[in-house]
């Protein structure tokens, strides 16, 4: 079982960032982290990366519900959806698959909370 969907697009960085984050949007989604790989590596430990952004994205309404299913699950909260320069004037956009990180909580109704989202966001990057 894979733990992410994954779509590789021919555009450039920030054009597959402004997409990524407009998909999402249409599917429910909100953003409410990012993570500049880029920037946070070059700034901390001084090493050259590529464009690498991680967007945490959040559906609230499913998030409150996971959490009234199991309170511990904010640990694995928000979806990650990575954008990544991968040369040649490609970019790839990868979701986190939450019924596969969920698999150690052994609990019926946080899978099936899950599985809406995997839905979801299988959706997402099928429509990028």
Excluded: W
Excluded at 22 to 32: K, N, S, W
């Amino acid at each position: 079982m894979s733990y992410y969907f994954a779509k590789t697009l021919e555009t450039d960085f920030e054009s597959a960032v402004r997409r990524a984050t407009e998909v999402l949007q249409a599917h429910g989604f909100g953003i409410i982290s990012q993570i500049n790989v880029r920037d946070t590596f070059k700034n901390k430990i001084g090493v050259e990366f590529r464009d690498y952004l991680i967007l945490g994205a959040c559906n609230p309404q499913l998030a409150h519900e996971a959490l009234q299913i199991e309170d511990k699950v904010g640990t694995m909260l928000p979806c990650n959806v990575v954008v990544q320069d991968i040369g040649a004037g490609k970019v790839e956009v990868a979701a986190i698959d939450p019924v596969a990180s969920m698999m150690a909580i052994e609990n019926p109704d946080l899978k099936h909370a899950a599985e809406q989202v995997r839905e979801m966001l299988r959706r997402v990057i099928e429509s990028l």
